[in-house]
């Protein structure tokens, strides 16, 4: 089985930054596109960035030039800086990864469980 486990959330004042991190663990024989989504209360879950196995990026108009998506395939590993953060970014932040296992040559879409970000003061 394959497990995504997102960390670096939290409570953060307007203009402040965070780093997420989603490290992919199990029987993982290789990862494709990993994405990062958001889901605000009361709203749909919404993509907010993807970076491709070669690096090619890709932001939600609301948040190019604030966010940056990076990986570290080494790690299996993807991070989200995010700056100049907003209230409006409060959110819960869930990484996807399409991967495929050991023990399938199939591309699966495995969903972390997801960490919360507050943009307070």
């Known amino acids: 089985q394959v497990q995504l486990v997102e960390s670096g959330g939290g409570l953060v004042q307007p203009g402040g930054s965070l780093r997420l991190s989603c490290a992919a663990s199990g029987s993982i024989r290789s990862i494709g596109t990993m994405y990062w989504y958001h889901k605000a209360p009361g709203k749909q879950r919404e993509l907010v960035a993807y970076?491709?196995?070669?690096?090619?990026?890709n932001y939600a108009d609301s948040v190019k030039g604030r966010f940056t998506i990076s990986r570290d395939n080494a790690k299996n590993t993807v991070y989200l800086q995010m700056n100049s953060l907003k209230p409006e970014d409060t959110a819960v932040y869930y990484c996807?990864?399409?991967?495929?296992?050991?023990?399938?040559?199939?591309?699966?879409?495995?969903w972390g469980q997801g960490t919360q970000v507050t943009v307070s003061s």
């Open positions: 970076i491709t196995s070669s690096g090619t990026a």
């Open positions: 996807k990864g399409r991967i495929t296992t050991v023990q399938t040559m199939n591309w699966d879409d495995y």
